[in-house]
């Protein structure tokens, strides 16, 4: 996958600005950034939601995004996994799953074999005959992730999927992307703005800034300080505020941070 030069504006307002971006076959990337900063939005350019102001979107040797020329999500062999996991609630686990096949009018033998496949991967057997309210978050996760995977797409969209869980049932669906990325070895992009994430997902990281924003990056390696202090995850998450501060941020928002910061430092 290319991204060459790609912008959209709503009005006058940029929120993705020139942004190139070569993706390799079987990658797993992340985008990590602050909150507002495009990261969502350049996702949704990738999967055909949204027409490009301008530059390009280059799969493979198909140009499928263009300020001239849009192709329609349905024709990109891509499946996406929203924050909400957008299950169906009148359907169960296995009509949720298969959903993309039957719309696709593939042969019952086919859809059962391919089901029967995905569920064993997913650890979903036992669950196929209930619905998405009879699950817990993480079971949800898996289902939202055996209907993105079924159809066999060329390249998987991953919008923050693991917001909604708590901190184990996170941890535990990290390692279970990551296991399934790594068997299937599709084309990956995972949107975050978690610090903590990144380092486990990704064979590759790209931070994104958002319009004027300082394009700053803090590197804590082993959680250490340049004088050898430990730093603590909140210290650590109060320096990344303070580095992703809008530059044109009054003084009054900028002080608070910059106090906390000096005196956790």
Known sequence: ?????????????????NVSLKIDHGQLVCLLGPSGCGKTTTLRLIAGFLEPSDGEIHVGERLVSSKARTLPPEQRNMSMIFQSYALWPHMTVTENIVYGLRLRNMDRDTIAKKLAAILATTKL????????????GGQ????????ALIVEPQTLLLDEPLSNLDANLREEMRFEIRRLHDEYRYTTVYVTHDQSKAPWLRSASTISGCRRRRRLRLRIRSRRSSRGRSISAPRATTWW??????????????KPMCKRAARSG
């Open 140 to 147: 949800q996760q898996r289902v939202a992730l055996a209907r």
């Open 241 to 254: 505020k303070w580095l992703t501060a809008p530059v044109c941020a009054p003084p009054r928002r900028l």
């Open 125 to 136: 057997e036992a669950l196929a005959q209930r619905y998405p309210g009879e699950l817990s």
């Open 1 to 17: 996958m290319d991204l060459r030069g790609l912008t959209k504006r709503f009005g006058s307002l940029a929120v993705v600005d």
